[in-house]
């Protein structure tokens, strides 16, 4: 876990509003491999990266506004599925993805241990035959 990832689970904790002591009593105590004069230069990044607002002299919160970057690998089945999917059918436009993906996002997830394959309606029976 990065520097800046350890400085959000701590913002997290406090409910999003941190001050500067906060972070440099977990410093001292966890985070050894981060120096004071460090901590000063990452809080300035992350505030030039739009990830904290300051509120005030030595006051941070977390920006609600900023978007997490959705990464996706689709694993060993899927490869292969799209593999062959591809070798018979080079033209046709489909998608292949799984509920699990958003199971972290969702309230309420159907069948998660699913592979879905969208394809075109006209290749439909092609590829499911």
């Not at 972070?23 to 004069?37: A, F, Q, T």
């Not at 809080?43 to 739009?50: D, F, P, Q, T, V």
Request: include cysteine; charged fraction near 25%; proline fraction near 3%.
């Amino acid at each position: 876990m990065t520097a800046v990832n350890q400085i959000i689970d701590i913002a997290k904790k406090q409910d999003g509003i941190f001050t500067r002591k906060d972070l440099l009593n977990v410093v001292r105590s966890g985070m050894k491999n981060i120096s004071e004069g460090s901590l000063v230069v990452l809080l300035n990044r992350m505030i030039a990266e739009n990830k904290i607002i300051r509120v005030s002299y030595g006051k941070y919160k977390l920006n609600e506004d900023l978007k997490h970057e959705f990464l996706y690998e689709p694993n060993e089945f899927m490869l292969s599925l799209n593999k062959h999917i591809k070798e018979k059918f080079p033209f046709i436009d489909y998608c292949i993805w799984q509920p699990s993906v958003f199971a972290s996002m969702m309230l309420h997830v159907p069948a998660v241990r699913t592979t879905l394959v969208d394809v075109e309606r006209e290749a439909m029976e092609s590829v499911f035959m």
